[in-house]
């Protein structure tokens, strides 16, 4: 039979990163016993023995997802664990063990990719996980790293994103909106290199948000100290699209809606600072911005008085009966819905 030439074409930009997912595995079933949670989580969780197994995997491409114009190699391979390690502890689980696959470019010598390792090892050492095995191959597009981590939680420590409940109290680690303004500062520096070659960029007053581009850190510490406090989230999620489309992960998998707090949002000083500079909407930026990876989690309010007055967690928001939506509480008290507006990799740039 003749291929039909004019059948119809769905972009991958159409579709978007999770509903690509969502598409090209809708056909499939778990068949495996020991197959705990597949496709739809931050981490997949299998079962095989006392405790059960979480593994989470990344690619990064270059030219997507990094440039190697502003971003050293090192900091590179540190970034790189720390995305795949931010999804096991989103799983409220330890992160054990990864295994890294690179595909390079004949411009990259061995030395280029010493370096690279060497930041993949400065990260397992950091957070102590072992490198346990991988893959290299070449690549005619420059540079691919593709990480998987694994990790291990005892069966009720597991945090899921679909056990939160209405009246749960929304909270966040950290600040948010650092890593995408660290971005901004050097894209910027990167188009006045590109005329004044000679130019070198005064980067110290933006040192903090630049760091959280270029070197984020995955929040094991917030897991140590739920588990310290005797707090289980009801439902987790890392913070690497946005924190708007985090939050609406959250309320789809778990059933519910959710009141946000414009003036609860965390922003670090020079957040605020780069934003005014940039002439940028400073909540705009950390509901949208995306690669601060700290973790967006749910608790039981009588679980507040634990974690209240902790510099490390911001309670944001609550979460509503399905039926009321997902709303941003306004400075002004005005309800705005919540739309997911984070980093879709099939944009076009």
Known sequence: MLEDKNQERTSLEQLGEFGLIEHLTQHFSIEQKSTIKGIGDDAAVLDFGTKKAIISTDLLVEGIHFDLSYMPLKHLGYKAVMVNLSDIYAMNAEATQITVSIAAS????????????AGIHQACKTFGVDLIGGDTTSSLTGLLISITAIGEASEEK???????????????????????????????EKEVFKVNPNNQPDLEPYTYIVERQLKPEARKDIVKLLNELEVLPT?????????????????????????????????????????????VDSTMIALSGGEDYELLFTIDQNDFNKIKGNPSLTVIGHMTEPSEGSHLITRANTKIPLSAQGWNSFNKS
């Open 106 to 117: 004949n411009r990259f010598p061995a030395e280029a990719l010493e370096e690279l390792y």
């Open 158 to 188: 597991i945090t899921y994103r679909d056990k939160a409940k209405p009246n749960d109290l929304l909270v966040v680690s950290g600040d948010l909106g650092g890593a995408y303004m660290g971005l901004q500062v050097l894209d910027r």
């Open 235 to 279: 439902a987790m999620i890392d913070i690497s699209d946005g924190l708007s489309s985090e939050i609406l992960h959250l309320c789809k998998n778990s059933a519910v809606g959710c009141n946000l707090f414009e003036e609860k949002i965390p922003l670090d000083p020079t957040v605020i600072a780069a934003c005014e500079e940039f002439q």
